[in-house]
């Protein structure tokens, strides 16, 4: 079992008519998973709050710190009992996929952007997450051998983009992200 962080993409059609009470048990689920140790963050995603797609699918993104942290919380009595009152407003099995890495955040219900412009929105979040830390932390880290301190950048880079930056910036370029052309 890797000791890695651990990022689950859900997926689950919701039964027409029922998107606010599944919603707010899928809120619910996420508030007792913040719970759990080693939970890292969640968003649910519908593809509904797109006026140009119709689509019943509602997804729950999910990091934890590591699988085994990821386990303690898929096999609890507490996900099970959401399970359950979620049951009546969805339709069909439920798709569990564990993901890895930045490219989470670029997937959605709608196809992927091309990746130009994914590479563009990336860096925009790197050279400024970069330049910020250098000014944080580059004078105090000046003496320390070149491997060290690129390890230790690029580590902080890897968490600020995962769970602070790259989310913002596809939210905020979510309309030229996925807009076709």
């Not at 930045?102 to 970069?130: F, H, M």
């Amino acid at each position: 079992m890797s000791e890695h962080a651990v990022t689950v993409l859900i997926t689950r059609k919701v039964r027409a008519g029922c998107e606010a009470g599944f919603e707010r048990i899928a809120q619910d689920m996420v508030q007792v998973a913040s719970g759990f140790r080693g939970y890292l963050g969640a968003q649910l995603v519908h593809s509904g709050e797109d006026p140009d797609i119709d689509d019943p699918l509602h997804h729950v993104v999910l990091a934890f710190d590591s699988e085994r942290n990821l386990h303690f919380w898929r096999d609890s009595p507490q996900r099970k009992l959401g399970l359950a009152a979620a049951e009546p407003f969805i339709d069909g099995e439920m798709g569990f996929k564990s993901m890895t890495g930045l490219g989470l955040w670029y997937r959605t219900p709608t196809p992927t952007p091309p990746r130009w412009k994914v590479a563009v929105v990336t860096w925009l979040g790197i050279c400024p997450t970069v330049y910020l830390l250098f000014l944080a932390v580059g004078d105090s880290m000046k003496t320390w051998w070149l491997f060290p301190r690129t390890a230790l950048l690029t580590f902080a880079v890897v968490l600020l983009m995962t769970w602070v930056v790259a989310p913002r910036l596809t939210k905020l370029f979510k309309p030229w992200l996925f807009k076709e052309g």
